[in-house]
Antibody, heavy 119, light 110 residues
Framework: QVQLVESGGGVIQPGRSLRLSCAAS????????MHWVRQAPGKGLEWVAVIWYDESNKYYADSVKGRFTISRDNSRDTLYLQMSSLTAEDTAVYYC????????????WGQGTLVTVSS | QSALTQPASVSGSPGQSITISCTGTSSDVGGYKYVSWYQQHPGKAPKLMIY???NRPSGVSYRFSGSKSGNTASLTISGLQAEDEADYYC??????????FGGGTKVTVL
């Protein structure tokens, strides 16, 4: 069965960097575009970034552009999100999400990893 | 990248039908078939309910249906049940090759 397991969250000071990972299993990872979606405590969902199945394209939300970098290692079936210059506004649960090819929608979500930016 | 507009809350009695709207622009909802809806119960990850405006994934109840007119998409839940009480989010692909979510709608079953 499809599984997406995020890791790397925790408490981090403002201005510091953090890398999230998402281990994928149960499907051919290299065939799917992958996304990060976040949810601040008590707030709604916010799309963060996408990386195409072959890493040929990456797109970001304006709120993280220039600070976050999405990447993947298809040999390790793993998705990453490198986050830098973190602020309190980045505090959220970060979900790793699979996109159906050419479907524009998200069929599997991880359980999420909480990132708390606080001094 | 402004969020799509959803009502903050919608309520209904068991057995009734409710509709949640999701308003965007011609650069997102109005311009693409890639509108989807997600259900989220407290403390859980979102679950896909509708994709490509009106399609239901396998396993999702027939009571959930989607539609779109112009820049506004809608999710209708018919025969409302207690288990439908949750937050619902719409999402759309955009002309910038990004995605955008709605602000979310809390559905309450009276």
């Amino acid at each position: 069965q499809v599984q997406l397991v995020e890791s790397g969250g925790g408490v981090i000071q403002p201005g510091r960097s953090l890398r999230l990972s998402c281990a994928a299993s149960g499907f051919v990872f290299s065939n799917y575009g992958m996304h990060w979606v976040r949810q601040a405590p008590g707030k709604g969902l916010e799309w963060v970034a996408v990386i195409w199945y072959d890493e040929s394209n990456k797109y970001y939300a304006d709120s993280v552009k220039g600070r976050f970098t999405i990447s993947r290692d298809n040999s390790r079936d793993t998705l990453y999100l490198q986050m830098s210059s973190l602020t309190a506004e980045d505090t959220a649960v970060y979900y790793c999400v699979r996109e159906i090819p050419s479907g524009g929608y998200f069929d599997y979500w991880g359980q999420g990893t909480l990132v708390t930016v606080s001094s | 990248q402004s969020a799509l507009t959803q009502p903050a809350s919608v309520s209904g009695s068991p057995g009734q039908s409710i509709t949640i709207s999701c308003t965007g622009t011609s650069s997102d909802v109005g311009g693409y078939k890639y509108v989807s809806w997600y259900q989220q119960h407290p403390g859980k990850a979102p679950k896909l309910m509708i994709y490509e405006v009106r399609n239901r994934p396998s396993g999702v109840s027939y009571r959930f249906s989607g539609s779109k007119s112009g820049n506004t998409a809608s999710l209708t839940i018919s025969g409302l049940q207690a288990e439908d009480e949750a937050d619902y989010y719409c999402s759309s692909y955009t002309s910038s090759s990004t995605w955008v979510f709605g602000g979310g709608t809390k559905v309450t079953v009276l």
